[in-house]
Structure formats: structure tokens, C-alpha cells
């Protein structure tokens, strides 16, 4: 049964860094887009960027560009999310998600991981 479980959340200071990882059992993530999106109660969840399976490139919301990078390991059927110079509105519970195609559309998305918690304050 395909499974993806997302790792790495953490409670860090205004400036800070964290790396999520989303770990992948019965599939193979090369084979798919994989995208991070995440939620704050109360509103509702938003794409924050995903990785092409064909070459590699990335999309990144607006509000994270130039801050987040998301990398693919496929020997270790992992794809990362690296987030750097974090800001107290980044806080929300991060999820990873596996589609056929490449879009941020979320009804696209085949696979959900169960979501892991980001707090940023101070």
C-alpha cells in the first residue's frame, strides 16, 4: 500500500531553518510530482511548491521563493523541503503529496502524507 510520511517539523525562531522530508513506501517518488502544501486552521490549504518528475524543475508560491528549495534523493525514495529564513506566517502543518502530472492543483494529487507541524515564533 503507498504511503508517504513526512518528517522534520519542529517549533523554530523567526530566521530560523528547518528541513522537512517526505519518505515514500510502495511507490517509486521519481515517478510522480511530488508537492508540499500546508494548512493553519481555519484556513484553507495552499501549495507551497512541488518538483517535476521528468527534469527536476520547481515551482515555489510567491511567498516562499528564494527561502524554500525542494530537492528530490531517489536512491532513498525521499524528496526534501529545505526552508531557510522562516517568518511566523510559514506556521502550519506541512503535507506531501504524489500527482501524474505536474500542477499545484491540489484534486490532482494522488497521495497524502498525514502532515507534520511547523510553529515558528519566538
Known amino acids: 500500500q503507498a504511503q508517504l510520511v513526512e518528517s522534520g517539523g519542529h517549533l523554530v525562531q523567526p530566521g530560523g531553518s528547518l528541513r522537512l522530508s517526505c519518505a515514500a513506501s510502495?511507490?517509486?517518488?521519481?515517478?510522480?510530482?511530488i508537492g508540499w502544501f500546508r494548512q493553519v486552521p481555519g484556513k484553507e490549504r495552499e501549495g507551497v511548491c512541488s518538483?517535476?518528475?521528468?527534469?527536476?524543475?520547481?515551482f515555489y508560491a510567491d511567498s516562499v521563493k528564494g527561502r524554500f528549495t525542494i530537492s528530490r534523493d531517489n536512491a532513498k525514495n525521499t524528496v526534501y523541503l529545505q526552508m531557510n529564513n522562516l517568518k511566523p506566517e510559514d506556521t502550519g502543518v506541512y503535507y506531501c503529496?504524489?500527482?501524474?502530472?505536474?500542477?499545484?492543483?491540489?484534486?490532482?494529487?494522488?497521495?497524502w502524507g498525514q502532515g507534520t507541524q511547523v510553529t515558528v515564533s519566538s
Open positions: 503529496a504524489a500527482a501524474r502530472i505536474w500542477t499545484m492543483a491540489q484534486d490532482e494529487y494522488i497521495y
Open positions: 510502495g511507490l517509486i517518488l521519481e515517478h510522480y510530482v
Open positions: 518538483i517535476n518528475h521528468s527534469d527536476g524543475r520547481a
